[in-house]
């Protein structure tokens, strides 16, 4: 059974630094593109950032030099750093596996609140 489970969401304020992890299981973790999404209130989800099987990285505008993605094989998890972190970030983030075929999974998604 695939799982992925997010941690790390909570209230910070602006300026501030959270480290969201995905913990998986179920699949081959370190065969599948891992990527981030969120989605804030009354908008459409988007992708944040992306690693792939090999260790490429590629980020959506919004949060290049903000926002590290990362992953360890080893443990099933992948991680997002993110720092300096600005209002217009508040969302829940998701955490999604993508296999080479196209098969995608999701987690349940952790809150982030970014306010003063």
């Known amino acids: 059974q695939v799982r992925l489970v997010e941690s790390g969401g909570g209230l910070v304020q602006p300026g501030g630094s959270l480290r969201l992890s995905c913990a998986a299981s179920?699949?081959?973790?370190?065969?599948?593109?891992m990527n981030w999404y969120r989605q804030a209130p009354g908008k459409e989800r988007e992708l944040v950032a992306t690693?792939?099987?090999?260790?490429?990285?590629n980020y959506a505008d919004s949060v290049k030099g903000r926002f590290t993605i990362s992953k360890d094989n080893a443990k099933n998890t992948m991680y997002l750093q993110m720092n300096s972190l600005k209002p217009e970030d508040t969302a829940v983030y998701y955490c999604?596996?993508?296999?080479?075929?196209?098969?995608?999974?999701w987690g349940q998604g952790t809150q982030v609140t970014v306010s003063s």
């Open positions: 179920g699949f081959i973790f370190s065969g599948y593109f």
């Open positions: 999604n596996a993508t296999s080479p075929i196209g098969f995608r999974f």
């Open positions: 690693i792939t099987s090999a260790g490429s990285t």
